[in-house]
């Protein structure tokens, strides 16, 4: 099942409430990111885009995952 | 073998591999063919592993890295990041700064032209 924008932001939302939160992509299965959060502050980028991918409770793991490809970028605000 | 010692077999005997849908010659998705791209336009010498070709590396080198898509580029052993931070790092010119710093030979002038190219 292809997710929705709504849904992917609403995932990350739960993780990330204060976030400044961008999803954009209609098919779905390709989609795009950006996640600007303070607790990102200090962190690398694959640290950040690991907290992503937890945000994302598996929705990405294996042949079963729904989303096939997330374009992401992550940064600490400003 | 275990996909586990395959891998660590792997990014110990190769100082730059690129673990890939496809090859280098062939990659078979648009995020492997872009970083196995700027690598090759780079001149950077790096082993590609396809996972396409072998089921338990395809999901062991998930679970070896935790980290969930593919490609993955690993330098000198270590895990640098999948297909936006090997893009990021082009642009920003910190892929030649770990380049340099792990005696990986790159062209320069290759790299500023994506840099010119994507500014």
């Known amino acids: ?78 | 073998m275990t996909a586990e010692t395959q891998i660590k077999d792997t990014i110990t005997a190769n100082d730059v591999v690129l673990f890939m849908k496809g090859t280098k010659e062939m990659p078979q998705c648009g995020f492997s063919s872009r970083v196995a791209g700027v690598l090759n336009y780079m001149g950077v010498d790096f082993a590609d592993v396809n996972v396409l070709a072998d089921e338990g590396l395809r999901q062991g080198i998930k679970d070896f890295s935790d980290w969930p898509t593919i490609p993955q580029l690993y330098v000198k052993g270590e895990f640098v990041g999948g297909c936006d931070i090997i893009t990021e790092m082009t642009l920003s010119g910190e892929l030649d700064t770990l380049f340099s710093e792990n005696g990986v030979a790159y062209d320069k002038d290759a790299a500023d032209k994506i840099r010119e190219a994507n500014a």
């Open chain 1, 1 to 78: 099942m292809p997710m929705q924008a709504s849904e992917i932001e609403a995932l990350l939302r739960q993780t990330f409430p204060d976030a400044k939160i961008e999803v954009s992509g209609d098919d779905g299965v390709h989609m795009a990111a950006m996640v600007v959060d303070e607790s990102f502050r200090g962190m690398n980028r694959v640290q950040q885009q690991r907290a992503v991918y937890a945000a994302l409770k598996g929705k990405m793991d294996g042949s079963a995952g729904e989303l096939h490809a997330l374009a992401l970028t992550t940064k600490a605000p400003d």
